[in-house]
């Protein structure tokens, strides 16, 4: 009697059932297709942004095709800097690109930021009307007007309390410019 041969043993293929190889087979596949199609973009927008590196050329002869844009302006105050209790400020300054200026009135001694409103822009000039400025007591004391960039969610946010005594521990973003006024003796209310 011939010796069996030491092969596999068969697997299984009745009808409807395909072999655990092939299902395992068809499943690496699959997988590989979705690393391919997901891993690159991935991949790309978890990587950080590439330092520029410095690459010396010769100067262009070619005149540009548009102006370069001008330079940003900085915030500074146009109205005076002794301040009624209801003022109306002016000043210099370029608004930020995508963002709105909000006006936050700080005592020189206080910790909290008590929120104005948002400034009105007219090239680089702005403005804001009817600020409060302390209490009717306060003439005399230093104040700072923190101007702050802010987002739209930001805006709407601090709309709600335009007219009201708001205080914030900060301002939702660092200050761009902080400016100081000094309260006259006019209480006249706004």
């Not at 068969?10 to 690496?28: F, I, L, N, Q």
């Not at 410095?54 to 002869?61: E, L, M, R």
């Not at 005076?80 to 963002?99: E, L, M, N």
Request: one cysteine or more.
């Amino acid at each position: 009697m011939p010796e069996p041969e030491n092969t596999a043993a068969p697997e299984d293929t009745r009808a409807g059932r395909v072999p655990p190889a092939v299902k395992w087979t068809v499943v690496g596949g699959i997988i590989a297709a979705v690393i391919a199609a997901v891993g690159p973009p991935l991949a790309e927008r978890l990587r950080p942004d590439p330092k520029p590196t410095s690459v010396a050329s010769a100067p262009s002869t070619a005149a540009p095709s548009a102006s370069p844009s001008p330079s940003p302006v900085a915030f500074t105050l146009t109205s005076p800097t002794s301040a009624p209790q209801c003022a109306d400020i002016a000043g210099r300054g370029t608004k930020p690109a995508g963002r709105e200026v909000g006006l936050f009135i700080k005592h020189a001694d206080d910790t909290k930021y008590f929120w104005e409103k948002i400034l009105t822009f007219e090239g680089d000039s702005w403005r804001v009307d009817k600020v409060m400025i302390g209490a009717p007591g306060d003439a005399g004391k230093d104040f700072d007007l923190v101007l702050v960039p802010m987002s739209v969610q930001a805006v709407v946010e601090f709309s709600k309390h335009d007219g009201t005594a708001y205080a914030v521990d900060n301002p939702p973003l660092p200050p761009i410019a902080t400016l100081r006024v000094t309260r006259t003796t006019d209480r006249t209310p706004c």
